[in-house]
Nanobody
Framework: QVQLVEAGGGLVQAGGSLRLSCATA????????MGWYRQAPGKQRDLVAT???????NYADSVKGRFTISGNIAKNTVYLQMNSLKPEDTAVYYC?????????WGQGTQVTVSS
């Protein structure tokens, strides 16, 4: 059973920073990719950033230049450094881990940015 454990969410003022972390428990297989999605109230879950096993990254246009994804796929950990946060970044942030053809999700961590 694969479990993803997220940490680091919270309340921050606009312009501030937060760092999310995601660790994996219950597996020894190597992931293809890990990353983050977010879901605001009443909206769909959208991609934030992805880190692939070859080291390549992918970001949503809305977070480019402000967010940085990092981690160690071999150790099943991923981080999201979020700078210059905006109220529109408020959402539940979900970590995911891909081991084709399966995607695993964390329980989510709330990020709230006040104006």
């Amino acid at each position: 059973q694969v479990q993803l454990v997220e940490a680091g969410g919270g309340l921050v003022q606009a312009g501030g920073s937060l760092r999310l972390s995601c660790a994996t428990a219950g597996t020894i297989s190597r992931a293809n990719a890990m990353g983050w999605y977010r879901q605001a109230p009443g909206k769909q879950r959208d991609l934030v950033a992805t880190l692939k096993s070859d080291g390549s990254t992918n970001y949503a246009d809305s977070v480019k230049g402000r967010f940085t994804i990092s981690g160690n796929i071999a150790k099943n950990t991923v981080y999201l450094q979020m700078n210059s946060l905006k109220p529109e970044d408020t959402a539940v942030y979900y970590c995911h881990r891909d081991r084709a053809p399966t995607r695993y999700w964390g329980q989510g961590t709330q990020v709230t940015v006040s104006s």
